[in-house]
């Protein structure tokens, strides 16, 4: 059995985290319980029964962060530290691993939490029957089993170096769930949650607000400071900062593209802005299997043809941060080398004038104005190299299904903050992967991710991962844009907020001074 101390001997691995919950650790004379927090999001929650809303959204997030809990949780930097698995263990080819639960956890209605209720939120959304769009993302997950109460084993398709670090997070795949709740209240479930978390839904009123109260018997609870939290729908952004800055609300969500507020808020010495520099980066994905995107020419004098910091100063005030890699400064994957192409117009004019043909295309742009603009951008960047770009604007809900389906030219996409990069290097790149979306194959690159993600000595996986961006800057078959920044502001009164690993705003251990 290796305790969790064993999961330190892999700490570099766990440096860049996934999801959520790391506990900040500040003096305990610092920490003042009781009062409310109230929470300004971006986005109504539909929901929170995975059958239901497939994926957990940034706001829904925030709020599962609470009610919910998962395997294990990331510190302050960035490590796999226990939650309601106590330890884990791995087979020696990283495709099975065995986690010892936490004895005498309960969820909200007073039943156990166990392995096998942990095993039959799992069935449930693998099922097919069920449908569930949550099951693409444990579609690397053979099976579950429960051999005893208190020991859970997960049976892996492919090795996985980091498996805990990537269940930090209380998401729609790792919250967990009473089973007796669901099978009880039915379609009712997915308004009227119960998990294992900190807080208890007490109320929930569509389009107002959602109020979580102090769950008073939480295995943790004297880690627990805050009576209540109140979480309001807020989506357009001056109208969310107008609340910050009145009292109505204690704490927002913000991004890159509500710069201005952002600013001003860095010069108000009443509130604080919270900012996580994470892995991954916003990317755009060329369809290699039609033209003009079948030529490597093309694709070359695309990218080379980017400025990112005049690209970032146009739609942020210059808050985004230029990204050459899918890693990113947040990731532990630092490469001396990535083999960027650098911005030279010149010689993407002298490429695309080799390639003899006229290029035009069509770019996939959400229909919003953040979308419109980057499209824009990218529009008159490639005009002046010779390329003709149309914009074609999209519903952001049929990106996903256009791009899986692989209708498209060029399309937007994400690289989230992970603790790892296998899981998204290998579906974007790997050959066969629905999700390689830019329809190319080549066998050096398939052979460098498999070694990725078997082995376990970290400075030859970044070896090896560097190699790789490398080989996919060079064949310009993605671009990378933007690192992934994540931003909330608050007042000055709000402490203990933790690192917003992949963006999630976690308010589940805060307090107010």
């Known amino acids: 059995m290796i305790a969790a101390a064993r999961s330190r001997a892999f700490a570099p691995i766990f440096l860049v985290a996934a999801f959520g919950g790391a506990l900040s650790i500040s003096p305990a004379s610092a920490q003042k319980a009781g009062g409310t927090i109230t929470v300004g999001l ?12 497939g994926v957990y959204d940034t706001a829904a997030l925030t709020a599962s962060s609470a009610i919910f809990e998962s395997l294990t949780v990331l510190d302050a930097n960035g490590k796999a530290q226990p939650r309601l698995a106590l330890s884990w263990e791995p087979s020696e080819d990283f495709k099975t691993w065995t986690f010892k639960l936490r004895p005498g956890v309960k969820f909200h209605d007073g039943t156990p939490f166990n392995a096998q209720a942990y095993k039959e939120n799992f069935d449930r959304q693998k099922d097919p029957a069920n449908k569930c769009r949550c099951a693409f993302y444990i579609a690397a997950v053979n099976s579950v089993e429960a051999p005893d109460e208190l020991t859970l084993v997960y049976n892996l398709k492919d ?3 980091n498996f805990p670090a990537l269940y930090s997070y209380a998401s729609q795949n790792a919250a967990m769930h009473s089973p007796t709740a669901w099978k009880t209240k039915g379609d009712d479930y997915n ?3 119960v998990g294992t978390g900190p807080y208890v839904l007490k109320s929930w009123t569509a389009g107002d607000r959602m109020i979580l109260e102090k769950n008073p018997d939480y295995w943790d609870k004297d880690k627990i400071y805050l009576d209540r939290i109140v979480l309001k729908p807020l989506p357009d952004a001056q109208s969310r900062f107008a609340s910050l800055q009145s009292g109505e609300v204690d704490l927002i969500w913000d991004d890159e593209y509500d710069a201005d507020n952002i600013q ?4 108000d010495s009443k509130l604080t802005v919270h900012t996580y520099v994470g892995s991954g980066a916003t990317v755009y994905a060329m369809n290699t299997k039609v033209a003009p995107f079948d030529d490597v020419r093309v694709r070359q004098a695309l990218v080379m043809a980017l400025d990112r910091k005049k690209w970032s100063q146009a739609v942020t005030n210059g808050l985004s941060r230029p990204a050459s890699n899918p890693y990113g400064d947040g990731s532990w994957v630092k490469c001396k080398d990535d083999g960027a192409l650098a911005y030279d117009p010149e010689k993407a004019k002298a490429l695309i004038k080799d390639y003899g043909k006229p290029v035009e295309f069509k770019t996939l742009v959400t229909a919003t104005p953040r979308g419109r603009t980057n499209g824009q951008v990218l529009q008159q960047f490639w005009k002046n190299v010779g390329a003709n770009m149309e914009i074609e604007q999209v519903d952001q809900a049929t990106i996903p299904p256009r791009a899986f389906q692989r209708q498209f030219q060029m399309t937007p996409w994400r690289i989230v903050d992970l603790a790892d990069p296998d899981p998204q290097m290998y579906a974007n790149f790997k050959t066969g992967s629905p999700v390689a979306l830019a329809n190319y194959s080549n066998p050096e690159l398939d052979g460098l991710l498999d070694e990725a993600r078997t082995t376990a000595d970290t400075d030859k996986r970044i070896d090896l991962y560097c190699q790789i961006t ?11 844009t933007f690192q992934n920044t994540y931003y909330a502001i608050s007042t000055a009164k709000i402490k203990g907020l933790p ?11 805060t307090w107010k001074e």
């Open 42 to 53: 971006e986005l109504d929650i539909p929901g929170f029964d995975p059958l239901k809303v």
């Open 159 to 161: 090795p996985a170096v």
């Open 191 to 193: 308004r009227n949650p």
């Open 264 to 267: 001003k808020a860095q010069k």
């Open 470 to 480: 490398r080989l996919i800057n060079k064949e310009a078959i993605w671009f990378w």
């Open 499 to 509: 690192k917003m690993y992949s963006g999630v705003i976690d308010v589940s251990h």
